[in-house]
């Protein structure tokens, strides 16, 4: 690539917003290493990302309640505290994607993430509807790092991928985004981010 792009492509989860099953099962268990080990014993990332698929809720539930009932308590809390899991904004990054749409940079947005709480979040927090277009895996049946939510953007929005410069803390899915053709930043710090968006031509 040769050129700089013009649009930012941001994912949401510890990108704008932080999210953390930690942050929820800390009043649960005593200790990290407990968390740790209840997330192991259920497969709970794996069972997470199903819902991020478009898997019902309740029925997510009440299949992982009826294998571990042990940990009914624990897993029924997952979607009625669901919100302990994400207790706030990223400021830094929320301020660069606002300095971005000042300055009239298109904002466009992929994340793996349940439609419901999705929107739920969006009430939370208004900058998650400040995009020209959202692609929501759990809407479309397919989850980060697959190419074809991806294309899914580019081809709803009409962009062409050398144009974009993804943002993600996954490198998974910052090299799925590089794989097909777009910039990409593996999102570690507000601070990282400015710096690399000022290398790629963005004066921020």
Request: a negative charge; glycine letters at 4%; one cysteine or more.
């Amino acid at each position: 690539m040769t050129k700089n792009p013009s649009i930012v492509v941001f994912d949401i989860g510890n990108v704008l917003i932080r999210w953390d099953m930690h942050f929820l099962y800390e009043s649960y268990f005593a200790s990290k290493e407990e968390i740790d080990r209840f997330t192991e014993e259920t497969g709970l990332h794996d069972w997470n990302l199903q819902q991020d698929l478009g898997r019902d809720w309740a029925e997510a539930i009440e299949m992982l309640v009826k294998a571990h009932p042990n940990y009914e308590k624990e897993i029924r809390a997952y979607r009625s505290r669901w919100h302990d899991m994400v207790p706030g904004v990223i400021a830094g990054t929320v301020l660069i994607k606002e300095r971005l749409q000042e300055m009239n940079v298109p904002i466009y947005a992929i994340t793996n993430f349940a439609a419901d709480t999705f929107r739920e979040c969006q009430e939370r927090f208004p900058t998650l509807k400040q995009f020209r277009d959202i692609v929501v895996s759990a809407d479309e049946k397919i989850v980060k790092p697959d190419a074809a939510i991806f294309q899914c953007l580019l081809e709803r929005n009409t962009l062409e991928a050398s144009d974009c410069l993804f943002i993600d803390d996954s490198l998974p899915n910052v090299e799925a985004a590089r794989a097909v053709g777009m910039f990409a930043h593996h999102f570690k710090s507000p601070f990282g981010l400015a710096e690399d968006l000022r290398a790629h031509g963005f004066a921020i």
